[in-house]
């Protein structure tokens, strides 16, 4: 364990240095509170595809604080739940799409929650490279979003693709809000 993870009073292991918080879903449907379960992404690698095939998984989103990333896993890939900062958003909605690789406003990698508002904090999207598979590092990267280290693909705080090898967006889920706070991923 790095000098950055650490177990809390539940025995999560919780990553202070990244302030990430790493859920894994292993049922059919798994409420992902951040009370819940979890363990670092890589302790589960070696599972069975079984165990990682959750069908959907919910989050409360309000237990994000802004500036902080939720890793849930599903279907056996990383989903990144960002709560952005102010500034994180305006750099996503002032970006000219004539800039983009894959051209794609903001607002249409947000899905309007319960009251049919586009929650712009709340950033939902599948955390793998278009590349070839590998988790890109949040808060990273030229343009102030996640960076995929493999070969260099640099995302911006939208998640779309703005320098690298990487061919499109990183991708965004099947996702619903059941509730004010709550997501249902898949
Ligand atoms: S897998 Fe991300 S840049 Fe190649």
Known sequence: MSDTLHKDAHGETVDEGKRDFIYIATGAVAAAG???????????MGK?????????????????????????????????????????????????????PDPQTDNERLIPDTAGKLRPEMLVMIGVCTHFGCIPVGEAGDFDGWYCPCHGSHYDTSGRIRKGPAPTNMEIPDYQYISENVIKVG
């Open 34 to 44: 951040v009370g819940s379960l979890a363990w670092p992404l890589v302790a589960q």
């Open 48 to 100: 069975a595809a079984d165990t990682l095939a959750a069908g959907s998984v919910e989050v409360d989103v309000s237990k994000i604080a802004e500036g902080q990333q939720l890793k849930v896993l599903w279907r056996g890939k990383p989903v990144f739940i960002r709560h952005r900062t102010a500034k994180e958003i305006s750099e996503a909605e002032n970006t000219q799409l004539a800039v983009l």
